[in-house]
């Protein structure tokens, strides 16, 4: 997530595939096509500053791989520094793009 603390958005779009299962959230439906996915992104240069971003890699097998990930940001738009703990579930085909994220996050 190195292109996410240098806030380059499309290098990581570029490790999604076109045809991800791209869940923002897990209790929500996933996006409907690749654009709402870019949607979700192309915001971050705006509105993100600072990131400082960690990971570890809890489990995997041939399908799927589970990552906690950590981060600090400031949002732009009011200057409050945010701090975040997640999970990333993560498939990749045979390409090595994503097919399937799903991420579940809490925010302080």
Do not use: A, H
């Not at 897990?26 to 240069?45: H, Q, S, T």
């Not at 390409?95 to 809490?106: D, H, N």
């Amino acid at each position: 997530m190195k292109s996410w603390k240098q806030l380059d958005w499309r290098r990581t779009i570029e490790t999604l595939s076109r045809d991800v299962k791209y869940y923002e959230t897990p209790i929500d439906e996933p996006c409907k096509n690749f654009e709402e996915v870019i949607n979700l992104w192309n915001v971050v240069e705006e509105n993100q500053k600072d990131i400082n971003y960690k990971y570890k890699i809890i489990s995997f097998d041939e399908n799927t791989c589970i990552i906690n990930w950590q981060m600090t940001r400031t949002m732009t738009k009011n200057n409050v520094k945010q701090e975040i703990d997640g999970i990333f579930q993560i498939s990749l085909n045979e390409e090595g793009k994503c097919i399937y994220f799903k991420q579940w996050r809490f925010t302080r």
